[in-house]
């Protein structure tokens, strides 16, 4: 019989337990995970192509329903690109409503203006406050970092950005992410009815292809299929079953030679970028409630040509496998019956890695 259950995690794959069905269903590590988990880590937050020109705004919701951040994000007139609070630090109102082409931030509730990089500028009928304009009148910044285009936001950022990102700019570096374009038309969301960690152990393995994805199966030589492990992320990497569709990797990259057909790197704790010969699918798994989530797809295309093709192929109907599958495990581990698990030390390694960075901060 597995032990008593505990939110603790062998160091040892081959020894370990997964977490606890509790740990998927419990309102209160829910609300821990808010905190130790979400509020100190790296979100994805837009893209430099959203601020195309000097003055250029786009508000946002960081997390909604779970930390619930107004912030925004601008470009200044020297091209800078900002980000910080969306909150006016007079009585509180949002200050930027939609995306915009603006001079300065103007609060619609009492007037009070903000230049494009968040200083305090001017607030009417204020002759006479001692001690004012002060530091604490600018809105708030949040830490902003880049990456091939991309924006990513932190509130307080318990890892470093560059030691967060690393394992994903020197294993790809090499592919066209300036050059990518987004893509609407195959951008969603899906709602799906499960705990975002139980999406996110799915994703976490190929364990599941062949069972679950059988199109997928089809592309992809699972018996090479395999997941690599870095502090703060995981790579798995799909071999192809032939040389159609599959990257063109340089010499200088360990998998020079292999049939890649996809690179999927998932990012502590809810982003991925799964990468194609055509271009980037991300997706974000943000926690609308404790059994609610919703998964945010975005595409971005760097040789349209080659889409509908490989691996990289047929992802709304993966998606919909995919949100199927997790909630059936979501219904399973409200069971009185279930306790926990084992691992695979074979394939399911990412997953582990996973339970052992929320085990860490539970």
Known sequence: MPPAERFEIDTDVRHSYTLPGSAYRDPVVFAKQRESVFAKSWHLAGHESELPGAGSVKPFMLLPGVLDVPLVLSRDAEGRIHAFSNVCTHRGAIVCDAPATLNAFRCRYHGRRF???????????FEGAEGFPSPSDDLPHVTLARFGGFLFVSLDPEVPFET???????????????KAVLEPSRSRAYDVA??????VDNYLEGFHIPYVHPALAKALDYGSYRTELFDFSTLQ?????TDDEVFTIPESSPDAGARVAGYYFWLF???????????????????VALEKTRVVYETWVWDSARLDRGAGSGLDRVEHEDEAVVESVQKGIRSRLYSRGRFSPTRETGVHRFHRLLAERA
Not at 115 to 125: T, V
Not at 194 to 199: I, P, R, V
Not at 269 to 287: A, C, H, K, Q, R
């Open 115 to 125: 230049a494009l990089d968040g200083r305090f500028l001017s607030m009417p009928e």
């Open 164 to 178: 967060w990102i690393e394992p994903l700019r020197s294993r790809a570096g090499f592919l066209p992410f300036e």
């Open 194 to 199: 499960a705990n975002w960690a139980l999406y």
């Open 237 to 241: 990497v799909g071999v192809a079953e």
């Open 269 to 287: 704790p809810n982003t991925m970028f799964n990468l194609y010969p055509w271009g980037i699918s991300i997706n974000v798994v943000e926690p």
